[in-house]
């Protein structure tokens, strides 16, 4: 490895050569494929209704049958994997921007901020995960921006917490006390020496909380506080189509097989990463 | 004795089976051991029971050697009970005690309930060193015993081994890259450089008379203690790529007395004096 | 003027118990005095849990002290701030034992050593990369090794590089804490003979911490002996080794084994027991309990500072006799 490329190149080799990772990878890519080009992809509109194939069974129109008021299932689970992927990303994004920022000042500093920033988020780990959610948007009310705030709170915590333990390790390195030694500022130190060499547990992090994001997500659509009908949402397809269990099976399974294949392929990529990144390994 | 990656340890590692397969891979080659014959003979089950017995281990860190979960005396009695298994408890216990007592380790019948925590650096060697003497070893192989010690210590480490040599009669293999260690502990001495042998002689001779221009080398970069130097001597360029070793001789590189025929004849060792075997086109040359 | 003065230096790093109540600190440094002069080596020489390492980091005000003073240029070192600070960043340099870890993995070699010039504004910045190639050709490597990342370079590369890093700012002094503890021999040899030529061409004074009496003595100009936590012995090279006086410093020079053969058997000069914890040092002289010389005041009081020959100091209630 002879630059940061070639660091990124050396981890997905290794990747490569697991295959339960590299399914995890090749699951992820569809995924973000499906959600980026839903529009040419999907047959159908996802929320044109036609009461009269109400329950319609598969067929070459509809490959996955209708829903309830005549919805093209599959156009509907394509465009959910767009919902989806805009909770995951933006979720996870406001918890690793500010669970990193509290973690690595209260891990780099020590003393009564870090004392304070912890007890903080001992307080948010306190809760039970999803009852804070459902907090959060029962405050601010049912809608997409609301669901992504609540659900990036909540994770922030463990972002936090492993940016913190992460960068104590790397805190007591030479080099960084050596960064002081040439005059380097705290600032500094921390965005040059410290947060590059803590990124690993990071990097895995991000990526299984992928998979719990989602979860959460479609939990609480479930619960009807998620993504409001008629935009399509695994969570909130998989609520309405509990209602016809009986009658139409099939409607409830493949917004759950979908779920169910997207945390599966995210937790495969984050053990893979997990000893992918770890430096122990040698080539 | 040689410097890192000289394959000192890796040899003393062959010798006892400790190699891991895979990757490792002895090619060739034998290791004669006394009546046993040639180790690299003998299945993994023989080996064990050589393993501890008839030839023990004391490694460099002795920090880590030791389990950290155990106390000091369980662990050796451990060593003697997996070569022993007939031994009653209170034999066995006293004979822990006893060998605690010999490697003169402070207040023995109570060091033997410690923890490895519980031990500065200098008595868990002495442990490790109970442990390796516990079944009467015909030979003991040090890998680097005191590199991780501080020099006080150090010294009370060297007197030890040297005394249980004389009292147990048993042989050691003593590695080191301290020359001094090896001055004051060793009777002959193999010099290693790259993964073989290049100079092979009574201690005072290796010392007083080295004749391999890397030995020649190395006794001039070390600072001394008895005298001032202007300069240290300076041994050019750096240790050869092992995954691709030069044809020839493989100090030549690095060598102010290479001749036309190192760069395609690596040299063999030869006796140039009684006992003093030298594997260098140069040196032979000029006797 | 003393490029670095030192007196009663004392560091204890607290330890606390599991129920909010104090243990024992340890007591790192504990009342040193020392002082540095213009381009001069002292060599400070002592075993684990001595503080010589600890002397180094609070030296360059990196850890803060217990008590006592560090002046640098007169001025106290704990109380630069802003502007002064960064000066003396400018010219208190270190260069650890472990090239391995001193190094940020994730900086090529011209960042590494870049950052130094552009902290201190030493080159404009299109000249940056220039320099830290004649700062590479200064410590042996070549100018176009700049673009590596530490990983790619041999132990004894890295601590050329490390060199280079303390070097770039032009410091007064550097303190290198067992520079080359962790090298091969003739890896060593190399690294010394540079650090020698550093500092004639550059003027800088070095403290040379160390383990090993022999690196010690073809390095120093003055040599400190410490054992845990305070000085036994401070004396010009020249009488330190050949008219030591502490017992300490006799027994340590004596339990070194000699890279020849001798007849003297290393058996007759151990210093016996283990180094005392230095969180609960001995009484009175700290030595006493492994001193073969030692008298009933050892035990009782901690015997005075003194100067027994010109520049020769002790701490040893029996020095007088042995001068």
């Not at chain 2, 030839?55 to 050697?65: H, V």
Request: glycine share 10%; proline share 6%.
């Amino acid at each position: 490895m002879g630059s940061r490329d070639s660091r990124a190149m050396l981890v997905l080799r290794r990747i490569g050569r697991n295959p339960v990772a590299l399914l995890g990878l090749i699951i992820i890519i569809v995924y973000i494929g499906v959600a980026l080009f839903a529009p040419i992809l999907a047959p159908h509109d996802p929320i044109d209704q036609n009461l009269s194939k109400s329950f319609a069974p598969l067929s070459a129109e509809n490959p996955l049958g209708c829903d309830e008021f005549g919805r093209d299932i599959l156009s509907r689970i394509i465009f959910g994997a767009r919902t989806s992927l805009i909770i995951q990303v933006f979720s996870v994004l406001i918890a690793l921007v500010t669970g990193v920022f509290l973690g690595a000042v209260g891990g780099y500093f020590g003393g009564w901020l870090d004392e304070g920033i912890m007890r903080v988020m001992d307080i948010l780990l306190a809760f039970p995960g999803i009852l804070l959610a459902l907090a959060i948007v029962a405050v601010l009310g049912p809608d997409l921006k609301n669901l992504i705030i609540a659900i990036g709170i909540y994770s922030i915590p463990q972002f936090a917490r492993i940016t913190r333990g992460s960068v104590i390790t790397v805190k007591q390195s030479e080099y960084v006390t050596a960064a002081r030694a040439i005059g380097e500022s705290h600032f500094v130190t921390i965005m040059r020496y410290v947060l590059p060499n803590a990124i690993s547990p990071i990097i895995i992090q991000t990526t299984l909380r992928m998979a719990t994001v989602l979860l959460t997500a479609a939990g609480l659509g479930f619960l009807g506080l998620g993504v409001q009908p008629p935009q399509p949402e695994w969570g909130t397809m998989l609520s309405t189509a509990r209602m016809y269990l009986r009658s139409a099976p099939l409607v409830a399974v493949f917004p759950g097989v979908s779920i169910m294949i997207v945390v599966l392929g995210f937790n495969f990529l984050g053990d893979g990463l997990q000893d992918a990144l770890n430096p122990r390994l040698k080539d | 004795m040689g410097e890192t990656g000289c394959g000192k340890s890796v040899t003393a590692h062959s010798v006892m089976g400790l190699i891991p397969v895979p990757p490792g891979r002895i090619v060739g080659g034998t290791v004669t051991f006394g009546k046993h014959g040639n180790l690299l003979d003998l299945k993994e089950e023989e080996m064990q029971k050589l393993r501890g017995k008839e030839m023990s281990m004391i490694f460099q860190d002795p920090m880590s050697s030791l389990n950290p979960v155990f106390t000091a005396g369980f662990q050796v009695e451990e060593a003697i009970v997996t070569h022993d298994r007939h031994i009653s408890k209170k034999d066995l216990l006293s004979r822990v005690v006893g060998l605690f007592k010999k490697v003169n380790i402070s207040d023995p019948e109570k060091s033997v309930h410690s923890y490895p925590h519980m031990l500065s650096g200098g008595m868990k060697q002495r442990v490790m060193i109970a442990m390796g003497l516990s079944c009467g070893p015909k030979l003991i192989i040090a890998d680097e015993p005191t590199t991780a010690l501080d020099v006080s210590i150090q010294a009370q480490i060297l007197t030890l081994l040297k005394k249980l040599q004389k009292e147990e009669g048993s042989s050691v293999l003593l590695i080191s890259h301290d020359l001094g260690v090896i001055a004051a502990m060793a009777k002959n001495v193999a010099v290693m450089y790259a993964g073989s042998i290049v100079e092979y002689a009574p201690v005072s001779d290796l010392f007083q008379q080295p004749m391999h221009p890397y030995t020649k080398g190395l006794l001039g970069a070390i600072p001394r203690l008895d005298r001032d130097i202007e300069r240290l001597a300076v041994i050019p360029g750096t240790l050869p790529n092992l995954f691709d070793l030069p044809e020839g001789c493989k100090f030549r590189e690095r060598c102010s007395e290479a001749l036309e025929i190192c760069a395609s004849v690596r040299p063999r060792l030869i006796e140039i004096e009684p006992g003093h075997e030298v594997a260098c086109h140069a040196c032979a040359r000029d006797r | 003027m003393h490029v670095l003065e030192i007196d009663n230096l004392v560091k204890h790093f607290p330890r606390g118990g599991l129920f909010g109540g104090e243990k024992n600190p340890v007591r790192a440094v504990d009342g040193v005095s020392l002082a540095l002069g213009r381009g001069e080596t002292l060599g400070i020489v002592g075993e684990s849990g001595s503080g010589k390492s600890t002397v180094g980091l609070l030296s360059l005000g990196l850890i803060p002290k217990t008590s006592g003073t560090i002046l640098f240029m007169g001025k106290p070192v704990d109380e630069f701030e802003g502007k002064e600070l960064i000066l003396f960043r400018r010219k208190a340099q270190i260069v650890f034992q472990n090239p391995f870890a001193s190094l940020n993995p994730r900086m090529i070699i011209r960042d590494i050593i870049g950052r130094v010039l552009e902290i201190h504004d030493i080159v404009p910045k299109s000249q940056i990369a220039g320099k830290v190639g004649a700062l590479l050709q200064e410590v042996g490597l070549r100018g176009d090794q700049a673009s590596r990342y530490p990983h790619e370079f041999s132990g004894g590369q890295r601590q050329r590089i490390a060199v280079a890093r303390a070097l770039a700012s032009g410091p007064e002094f550097i303190i290198l804490d067992e520079p080359t503890s962790a090298l091969d021999v003739s890896v060593q040899a190399q690294i010394l003979n540079l650090l020698g030529d550093l500092q004639q061409a550059r003027g800088h004074a070095y403290i040379f911490i160390s383990h090993n009496l022999a690196v010690i003595r073809h390095v120093s100009h003055r040599v400190a002996v410490m054992y845990l936590g305070k000085l036994m012995e401070t004396a010009p090279k020249e009488a330190i080794f050949s008219r030591p006086v502490h017992p300490y410093t006799r027994a340590l020079l004596a339990s070194v084994p000699k890279p020849f053969v001798t007849d003297e058997d290393i058996e007759s000069k151990v210093i016996a027991g283990d180094i005392p914890s230095p969180t609960n040092p001995p009484s009175g002289c700290r030595f006493h309990t492994r001193c073969s010389f030692c008298i009933g005041v050892c035990e009782e009081a901690e015997p005075a500072w003194r100067e027994v020959a010109p520049k020769h100091f002790v701490a040893c209630h029996r020095a007088e006799e042995w001068i």
